[in-house]
């Protein structure tokens, strides 16, 4: 059942707080238990991005692992100061997937009461690492209502080789009835009958800057919708170490054009106005 929210006249700018070492892709490369060991480039990365939200007025939500925030609670703050909204990623950056309930009502919980004592505001918001949200574990909706969060962006209604769940509502819905939780997913055109991504994320490095550009005004324009985008910091950081042994595949994905990825989001910050999720979709401002 769709819900029923206002469309402002921005779209939701979202950034998944992780360091390059911690995404799914490197799991195998880079396990958990070495992570503390590996250069952190997360207060660097982030600060750049808070620099270039500040330059435009835009705000946007930050979707934080613990992991990150337990040892960078100064860099939490900076976040919070800024005027953004402190959301989750979990702890550990696993996979709701490959989680049992309650290994994952344990993990969203301990994420949430930890950005919370960092932040000092409440965490409205999760988002599932990877996407990890579909149709065979939307019991993890209702383990995230009861941990008390208001929102989810975990369901990403496409057809992709890791994730995805193209039959989903491509806009605000409420997956288990309508007391369930608020999904929020991010933003995918409707072309030739298939949800297409629009919302950011690897496509927005891969493909030219003016297909995002006008995928965006589509959904403002023709489906009188917000968008909702996401990036992670580490695209901004085409210096970052390059660990041994990943595949030729892996390699592709995580690395093409993060040297042009800068100035595609100077332009994008440029070219649309930008808020925080709880502002645009819970009424908060």
Known sequence: MNAAVAVPARNALTIDVEDYFQVSAFDRHIPRAQWAAQPCRIERNVDLVLELLERHQARATFF?????????????????????????????????????????????????????????QAVNGYRAPSFSIAAGNLWALDSLQAAGYRYSSSIYPIRHDHYGMPDAP????????????????????????????????????????????????????????????????????????????????????????????????????GDFRWGRIDDIFLGTA
């Open 64 to 120: 934080t692992l613990g992991w990150i925030a337990e040892r960078y609670p100064a860099l939490v703050r900076r976040i919070v100061g800024g005027g953004h909204e402190l959301a989750s990623h979990g702890y550990a950056h696993l996979r709701a997937s490959d989680q049992s309930r309650d290994d994952f009502h344990r993990d969203v919980t301990l994420s949430k009461n930890l950005l919370e004592q960092l932040g000092g």
């Open 170 to 269: 491509r806009f605000a819905s409420r997956p288990t009835g309508e007391r369930g939780l608020l999904e929020l997913p991010i933003s995918t055109v409707r072309v030739l009958g298939r949800n297409l991504p629009a919302g950011g994320g690897g496509y927005f490095r891969l493909l030219p800057y003016a297909t995002s550009r006008w995928a965006l005004r589509r959904i403002n324009s023709h489906d009188g919708q917000a968008g909702i985008f996401y990036f992670h910091p580490w695209e901004l950081d085409p210096g970052q170490p390059r660990p041994a042994g990943i595949g030729l595949k892996t390699r592709f994905r995580h690395y093409l054009n993060l040297h042009r990825m800068e100035h595609r989001v100077i332009r994008l910050l």
